[in-house]
């Protein structure tokens, strides 16, 4: 009965509480740690006495795990979404510029075409 609920409080931390999402390739050591600490919680009172190994050993494994999934720091994901704001304004900033060129040749463009059009009287 007691693996039944480590089963089901190993689900839930991964998908529940700790919300970790797969989208978004984030790593969070803070995780890491919770998810270690509600494993080694979930043991049998007997097993408690093996809890500080255990929860280092599955630290290194969980880690090991993230590490080969390719995920990103907290901090890496911050600059790159700060990148990537001042990048999108650049390009509102750029378009705009393009749209008032194109606007300012289109101008020019009619007012040669009416000067070629008329006749002269």
Known sequence: MRVIGAQSCVGATLDENA??????????PKFIDDLARRLTGAMPSSAKTLQEDLEKNLRAAMQSVFARLDLVTREEFDVQTKVLARSRAKIEQLEQQVAALEQQLLKKAKVKTRAKTKKPS
């Open 19 to 28: 919300r970790l999402s797969y989208g978004a390739r984030m790593l969070d």
